[in-house]
């Protein structure tokens, strides 16, 4: 168990406060009252309620707890809502704060080093496995979009010119979706070059991949071009 003490100007403001600071529910913790509010007179001897929460250190109050502390000492304090799913074992955690764009950093790099370090502190003492994912300010959704928008103009652009094209080198992730957004248009072929960090992926006619080249999986025969974001099979290039 680890506890925390904080204030308010009532019990409930105070616990209030206290759930706030480790993103957790009141059916998270345990309250213990350590000192009454005080109205005093005219403002003067007026004085705040003390509370102290007790609550386990499950992983997804670890992660809140390695995580605010980061951002803390990074500069950019942020509140942190956690939303925890037992059966799938995943954890998303959401921060909101002032000058979130420092967190996310460019194309996502910080934020993806800052979600990277919270899965190992997470997973440090599990037997399986959690999968943790840090977000703010929706900016997870915003770049698959962006990511599945220049994928569609890539390939149009390959087909075009019937020739191959390299987008800029990506993280892991970012390269699955250009893969899978592409697996069933038709008339070009996805695969990655390089070493990290600096992989990327080649946006080519079919056809034109180079031997031993990892390309997406095969696409379905029949399959049509799509420029939605409809549910497609997982793509095997990375």
Do not use: C
């Not at 370090?117 to 698959?144: F, G, H, S």
């Amino acid at each position: 168990m680890k506890y925390l003490e904080a204030k308010g100007d009532s019990i409930d403001a105070a616990v209030e406060s206290a759930l706030l600071q480790l993103g957790l529910s009141r059916d998270d913790v345990s309250v213990e009252v350590i000192k009454q509010p005080k109205s005093g007179f005219l403002g003067f001897g007026k004085e705040p309620a003390v509370v102290r929460v007790s609550y386990e250190v499950t992983p997804t109050a670890r992660a809140v707890d390695f995580l605010k502390g980061l951002l803390i000492r990074f500069g950019t304090p942020a509140d942190i809502h956690a939303e925890e799913n037992v059966e799938a074992r995943t954890i998303a955690l959401t921060l909101t704060g002032d000058n979130m764009n420092a967190v996310i950093g460019h194309h996502g790099d910080t934020l993806d080093a800052i979600q990277y370090l919270v899965n190992i502190v997470t997973n440090r003492k599990e037997d399986e496995r959690w999968r943790v994912t840090v977000d703010t300010e929706n900016y997870r959704a915003k770049r698959e979009d962006t990511l599945a928008g220049l994928a569609h103009k890539t390939a149009q652009k390959a087909l075009k010119y019937r020739k191959p094209v390299a987008l800029e080198p990506m993280n892991p992730h970012e390269r699955r979706t250009i893969h899978a957004t592409l697996q069933e248009v038709e008339g070009v072929t996805t695969y990655s070059v390089g070493t990290e960090p600096n992989r990327k992926v080649i946006v080519a006619p079919e056809g034109m991949a180079p031997a031993g080249a990892q390309q997406s999986a095969p696409k379905k025969s029949g399959g049509s071009r799509r420029r939605g974001r409809g549910k497609k099979p997982a793509a095997k290039a990375e």
